[in-house]
């Protein structure tokens, strides 16, 4: 089955201390993205990568990492986490095609991150 | 900076009838635009895409584009309480560079 899956898909943890979420895609998928939604203010892009080891900022890059050593994965990196990162998070992938594109973008189940 | 605008709801139709939901973007070179339906605490799901300009059905959606206008809308037909969500346009600027840009949705409520 066809699927991004992330990992943990729910965490709460206190400021400070680092945490990772993953996100595995098996489609092949050269795009990936990370993203995050807040009430009132949508989703927004935090990093983005087009294909491994190239990755781009977003719209809300800061307090983020990420990396694309592999195709398959790209995992989201809060280093000191504070209590504003606290949010809906969603890993999302796609094709990339160089003329205009009607790909899917396929969304993770999400994770649903609450820093103290 | 691209931008795309929904009114932000909520948007309350009768059970049966037509529920129509607009979006505008900001980028006159945008070439495709998207649709999702999000529930809550879920993770957006595609309805369907359009990129020529009129009107494009897919049961009972219906998305309709005016690119002189920079303007995109969904109907839905026959309206059930499980359309009850959030819809989010999204559109796509070309150029490879970057993905989607997303409006901030709109909330359905079908009323039964």
């Known amino acids: 089955e066809a699927q991004v899956t992330q990992n943990p898909r729910y965490l709460i943890t206190v400021t400070g201390k680092k945490l990772t979420v993953t996100c595995s895609q098996n489609?092949?998928?050269?795009?990936m993205s990370w993203y995050r939604q807040d009430p009132g203010l949508g989703l927004r892009q935090i990093y983005y990568?087009?294909?491994?080891?190239?990755?781009d900022k977003g719209d809300v890059p800061e307090g983020y990492k990420v990396s694309r050593k592999e195709k398959r994965n790209f995992p989201l990196i809060l280093e000191s986490p504070s209590p504003n990162q606290t949010s809906l998070y969603f890993c999302a992938s796609k094709l990339v095609r160089e003329t205009y594109s009607t790909d899917t973008q396929y969304f993770g189940p999400g994770t649903r991150l609450t820093v103290l | 900076q691209k931008e795309v605008e929904q009114n932000s709801g909520p948007l309350s139709v009768p059970e049966g009838a037509i529920a129509s939901l607009n979006c505008t973007y900001s980028?006159?070179?945008?070439?495709?635009f998207f649709w999702y339906r999000q529930y809550s605490g879920k993770s957006p799901e595609l309805i369907m895409f359009i990129y020529s300009n009129g009107d494009k059905e897919d049961g009972r959606f219906t998305a309709q584009l005016n690119k002189a206008s920079q303007y995109v809308s969904l109907l839905i037909r026959d309206s059930q309480p499980s359309d009850s969500a959030t819809y989010l346009c999204?559109?796509?600027?070309?150029?490879?560079?970057?993905?989607?840009?997303f409006g901030k949705g709109t909330h359905l409520i079908i009323q039964p």
């Open positions: 999204a559109v796509y600027s070309g150029g490879g560079a970057d993905g989607l840009t």
């Open positions: 489609m092949n998928h050269e795009y």
């Open positions: 980028d006159r070179g945008s070439q495709s």
């Open positions: 990568s087009m294909n491994v080891e190239v990755t």
